[in-house]
């Protein structure tokens, strides 16, 4: 009994010794999901993963490039022997998008974290005279985390797109599917890559009513074609975010840092005919390529009790490389700034609303756009 008795002391003194160690390990030692999602967010990966901002971007240069060859081509033939003034077909566009985004935990025994991806997402497009557009898109996938520091995932993008012409009396509609294929890497403390590639196919009709005249009769007729096109895009990006621990002169609760990207759309279209008969030409041939190579700087801090409100901005440099959809919009240089405001709702958790405003050199596109994004992953 007293060897049981003096045992039973002696375990007693070395747990409440070692207790305080232990409960310390647990603190400095997260599970792999918490340690995994605080270094995709300090890095800038998370935030990489989850916008649609930088597709969409380049959708709407396509849109306008499109916009203003087809107004030019209808000008011409309207104005025969003459040339238009400078920046006549110039974009002026404004938009809103709302999404929202998340990461769920599987339950699987893995050591380390796999996550189901979902993602839904709205935005509509609108240029007075031009077209008014809205754009779902839906994302379902597969997440997995190698590492603390990496991400790969692969998953299937699904979008409808509704098109309301205004330049004509028309309206456009296409359903899209395809895959998605993403990866990430924090290299350093300070430096991370990103890398997203997807492939969509488009399938869909366009309807366009035209004036007839018969005789000394007018009347109208509806030309309908099917669409069928795919397309590609990749973007790569080189992530620099950088604390006090690296500038000893910043204060604590902010952060700042660059980015360079390259970002590349392909669109391949499916030779049609419409409802005459007639074979279709797309304004810039079955191809078209747009290729931006992307860089900027940005500031973030957190104020308020704990910090958990989030203002950041981001001023970014654009110069198109490779463009064939040129004529009659030739402006290749461009700035885009962005302004948001989030509330940080916990570890992979948070709601923004952010500004954007992109406008090109020489004043040919210019676009205002609205979002409110919910990360929330759990």
């Known amino acids: 009994m007293y060897k049981l008795m003096l045992r039973s002391v002696l375990l007693g003194s070395l747990l409440a010794t070692a207790l305080p160690y232990l409960a310390f390990a647990a603190e400095v030692s997260p599970p792999a999901k918490a340690l995994w999602s605080r270094t995709m967010g300090q ?20 849109v306008s490039y499109q916009l203003a060859r087809r107004l030019e081509t209808a000008w011409r033939a309207q104005h025969p022997g003459t040339n238009p003034q400078a920046n006549a077909f110039a974009s002026e566009a404004e938009g809103f998008v709302v999404q929202y985004d998340s990461l769920v935990p599987l339950p699987v025994t893995l050591q380390r974290p796999l996550f189901i991806r979902t993602l839904a997402r709205t935005a509509k497009r609108f240029e007075p005279g031009k077209l008014n557009s809205i754009n779902q898109r839906y994302d379902l996938g597969l997440l997995y985390a190698p590492s603390q520091q990496t991400y790969l ?53 366009n309807e366009v009513m035209v004036s007839t005249m018969t005789g000394s009769m007018t009347g109208s007729m509806n030309i309908a074609r099917q669409l069928d096109y795919q397309r590609r895009y990749l973007q790569t990006e080189a992530i620099i975010r950088l604390t006090r621990t690296q500038l000893p002169f910043l204060p604590a609760n902010l952060q700042v840092g660059g980015m360079a990207a390259w970002h590349y759309l392909d669109l391949r279209y499916e030779s049609q005919r419409n409802s005459l008969g007639q074979t279709v030409v797309e304004p810039f041939g079955n191809r078209e390529r747009l290729g931006v190579f992307r860089s900027g700087v940005f500031v973030s801090a957190n104020i308020g009790n704990n910090g958990l409100w989030n203002p950041y901005t981001e001023l970014l440099l654009d110069r198109e490389i490779d463009n064939n959809m040129t004529a009659p919009l030739d402006d290749r240089t461009s ?44």
């Open 153 to 205: 995932g692969i998953g299937l993008a699904i979008e409808q797109t509704r098109a309301d012409l205004k330049y004509v009396q028309g309206n456009t509609s296409v359903n899209a599917i395809g895959p998605r294929l993403d990866a990430g890497v924090q290299l350093s403390p300070i430096l991370a890559l990103g890398l997203r590639l997807e492939e969509v196919t488009f399938t869909g009709d």
């Open 335 to 378: 700035v885009l700034w962005r302004a948001g405001l989030a509330r940080l709702l916990g570890t992979g958790k948070r709601i923004s609303m952010e500004y954007q405003h992109s406008q090109s050199r020489h004043g040919a596109r210019e676009r205002d756009n609205l979002l409110l994004v919910a990360v929330i992953d759990f």
């Open 43 to 62: 890095s800038g990966l998370r935030r990489f993963y989850s916008t649609g901002a930088d597709l969409g971007e380049l959708v709407n240069r396509q």
